[in-house]
């Protein structure tokens, strides 16, 4: 009993030394690498702020294709394949199914991690995606397409452009 008293008396002594030794090594590092700490400091202050600024981006990137998505479809024809995709929201995202056709879906909700997933799939029907029956494969998740409103994206681009001028 009193050896192991004195044995956990010595393992927490040890921690504590260890401890302190991990400490004096991290102020030593801090005060001879003044910039190195900054530099970390600053690049820690910026990932923490990064999300809002790109909140932003998003809303205004919708605002955009929404002033130039018509109508509402039942379906578009789709070959099985699509040029790109940008998720513009947690229920909306934009599929190019070519290199100037483009189309708005909404999904119904929840579609989790559409605004975070690296890749989407789509499902279809006789190389058809139709609202209300077909979805956007999200991970392991599918998220049914409630709307499809085609975008002139053409025109967007070509606005885009005269703007810049």
């Known amino acids: 009993m009193l050896l192991e008293v004195a044995h956990t008396a010595a393992v927490a002594k040890v921690r504590r030394v260890r401890t302190l030794v991990y400490v004096w090594a991290a102020q030593r590092v801090a005060m001879s690498h003044p910039i190195s700490l900054t530099i970390v400091a600053l690049a820690v202050l910026l990932a ?23 109508a509402p479809l039942d379906h578009f024809t789709y070959l099985g394949r699509y040029d790109d995709w940008r998720a513009l929201s947690s229920t909306q995202l934009v599929v190019w199914t070519s290199l100037n056709e483009a189309y708005l879906l909404t999904v119904r909700t929840p579609c989790i991690n559409l605004q975070f997933t690296q890749r989407v799939g789509l499902t279809s029907t006789a190389g058809t995606v ?29 606005d885009l452009r005269k703007n810049k001028s």
Request: proline share 4%; hydrophobic share 25%.
């Open 48 to 70: 923490a702020c990064s999300g809002v600024p790109q909140r932003v981006k998003d809303q205004t990137a919708l605002q955009q294709y929404l002033e130039y998505s018509g």
């Open 130 to 158: 139709s609202s209300g029956l077909d979805s956007v494969l999200v991970d392991r998740d599918r998220c049914q397409i409630t709307e499809i409103r085609p975008l002139d994206y053409k025109k967007m681009r070509s």
